[in-house]
Every structure is written in structure tokens, then in C-alpha cells.
């Protein structure tokens, strides 16, 4: 198929509402979106990516209003945390309404809801006059799409539309909280920290693992990953073309270096650096290690995933 490329979110979201694929920008990564109650278009979105499809999506809204689609029972806590982070990168996770199809959910009874603050994303989904489900748009497995040319990389003549935006601001995939048992759990990293969850709700604990990280997405499967080898370390460990990303100088030749000012701008560039490796062919990237505290724990959990694979 012929992919659309268009700066106007009322075009993406008439792809949408026909119950097509669009991508679009957030402030975390560039989405996959189709209307969450078009079971077909749901179909497409797993296809389109080769995702499991035990991998769940997350339903993005455009205003608070919309999570009543979605979900009949938002917990307190969940209510504080939507007032503190709604707009934002923060996904909740909530018991579903049974309209929501299982497939968008992989099966479970749970729904993930996200509202972004990204403008073209927010006119994009309110233009659209539902709910979106939208995975990070690009191939399973591959590092997620900071800007539109990445997902045209992955995705361009398998999707519908894209709704050309500008680099995403995070670069990370949103904090996922699961609301729906007696005390609120952090399942995936992201921008909202931990320290600032329990300013919001004292009681949230830190996922140790196990079944119930299957509400989230990106916890099961191998993510993040470039072609090359990923090292969290100084040095390579292989011959070849090596790689450098991180905070400060580094310690010997590399073919291509990213030094980071921070861990927020190491979370910014950290995709795009692998994919700009990609194209050059590196053999091995060398990621030097962040504190593993605020956006920091977030980076170093992708970087976790992306050396396993």
C-alpha cells in the first residue's frame, strides 16, 4: 500500500475513524493507532508490527472524559494520579469495559489509558472522536520511533498514514502504573519517576516482576534492540565497527559517538542513536551506565532489554 505522509492531524484522524492505521507523535515516541473498538483495525495494528499477540496496547484519549469507554471503575488512586499526570507520559491501567475487545488487551480484563500532552497528538486524537490504541510505531523488537522518519523506516508501505511531527521530546515510552489492586504498582519506567509517584500516592510499590507485568506492554518480549550487539560498559567487547553513547567523553575510538549532557537527553537520543547505527553498520554499541534513579532507572531498563537481545 501507499503510505500517506501529512502534517494535518484531521487527515490522520479520518484514516482513523475509516479504520485505518495512522501514526502519530506523542512527547514519549511515535505511535500506531486505530480505533480501539474497531476490532479489524486492531487486527492490522498486530500485523502491520509482527506483534505477539500477547503483548497488550495501550488506548490513548484525548480528553478524561473519554476513559468511562474504557473503563468503569477508576480507583482512587488512579484518580489522583490522572489529576496529577493526565496530560503526560503516564499510562494507567484499569479494569476494562467489556466493549473493549480482547484482543487490544491480549486477552486480559485490564486497559491501559493514556493521555498524551503532545499538541499534534492531542488535536490528532480529538479529531479522531475516539479512543486510539497505538503501540510504539515501528517493527516488534526494533528501537521505537522518535521521529517520523524512523517509523517510515519500519513502517512505510504497511500502514496507512503518518502524521509527520516533530522529534518526540522524551524519547522514552511512558511510565505504566497498574491501578487495579489495593496498592498501585510501577510496572514500566519512564519519565514519571517513581520518587514522584509516591509524592502523588504514598502507597505505590515497585514491580519485582512476575504475571503481572503482562499488563504492560514491553516487559515479555525482547524490545529496544538494534541489529548490533548492545554493551553496558566503557569498551567493546567485539571487533569491528563500535559505537559510543553516553554522558561524558569516552574512553577510546569509536566510529560514531552520542555524548549525552544528562540522563534526560541520553533517554532523548538513545533510539535514534541506535538507528543511526543501524545505517552505518555498527557491529557493537557501547552504552555507558546511568544512575539507576529517576528518568535514569528508565533508560537503564531499556538499555537492559535492548543488551539482552
Not at 482512587?76 to 490522572?82: N, Q, W
Amino acid at each position: 500500500m501507499e503510505t500517506l505522509i501529512t502534517d494535518d492531524p484531521q487527515a490522520a484522524a479520518e484514516v482513523i475513524r475509516r479504520g485505518g492505521l495512522a501514526a502519530f507523535p506523542t512527547e514519549t515516541v511515535y505511535g500506531l493507532g486505530a480505533a480501539i473498538f474497531y476490532r479489524e483495525a486492531i487486527e492490522a495494528v498486530f500485523a502491520a508490527k509482527g506483534r505477539p499477540a500477547d503483548n497488550p496496547l495501550i488506548a490513548h484519549i484525548a480528553d478524561e472524559s473519554e476513559i468511562g469507554q474504557l473503563s468503569a471503575e477508576v480507583t482512587p488512586a488512579a484518580e489522583s494520579l490522572i489529576k496529577a499526570f493526565f496530560p503526560g507520559p503516564l499510562t494507567v491501567v484499569l479494569k476494562k469495559r467489556p466493549e473493549v475487545h480482547d484482543i487490544a488487551t491480549a486477552g486480559l480484563m485490564t486497559i491501559g489509558i493514556r493521555m498524551p500532552r503532545n499538541d499534534v497528538a492531542r488535536r490528532f486524537l480529538a479529531a479522531a472522536g475516539t479512543p486510539v490504541a497505538a503501540p510504539s510505531a515501528n517493527l516488534s523488537g526494533r528501537p521505537s520511533p522518535t521521529t517520523w522518519t524512523a517509523v517510515n523506516e519500519d513502517l512505510g508501505g504497511r500502514i496507512d498514514c503518518i502524521l509527520r511531527g516533530d522529534p518526540t521530546e522524551i524519547g522514552l515510552e511512558s511510565t505504566v502504573v497498574d491501578c487495579t489492586g489495593e496498592r498501585p504498582v510501577l510496572l514500566r519506567r519512564g519519565a514519571v519517576t517513581l520518587d514522584e509517584l509516591l509524592r502523588v500516592v504514598p502507597g505505590v510499590t515497585a514491580s519485582t516482576g512476575g504475571e503481572l507485568e503482562a499488563r504492560s506492554p514491553g516487559m515479555r518480549h525482547a524490545h529496544y534492540a538494534p541489529r548490533g550487539r548492545v554493551t553496558i560498559g566503557e569498551t567493546p567487547h567485539l571487533g569491528g565497527k563500535a559505537a559510543f553513547i553516553g554522558i561524558g567523553e569516552p574512553i577510546g575510538d569509536f566510529s560514531a559517538t552520542m555524548i549525552c549532557r544528562d540522563a534526560e537527553d541520553y533517554a532523548s537520543k538513545l533510539f535514534e542513536f541506535f538507528r543511526e547505527c543501524d545505517r552505518s553498520g555498527i557491529d557493537e554499541i557501547v552504552c555507558r551506565p546511568v544512575a539507576d534513579e529517576g528518568i535514569g532507572s528508565a533508560v537503564m531498563d531499556r538499555l537492559r532489554r535492548a543488551a539482552a537481545k
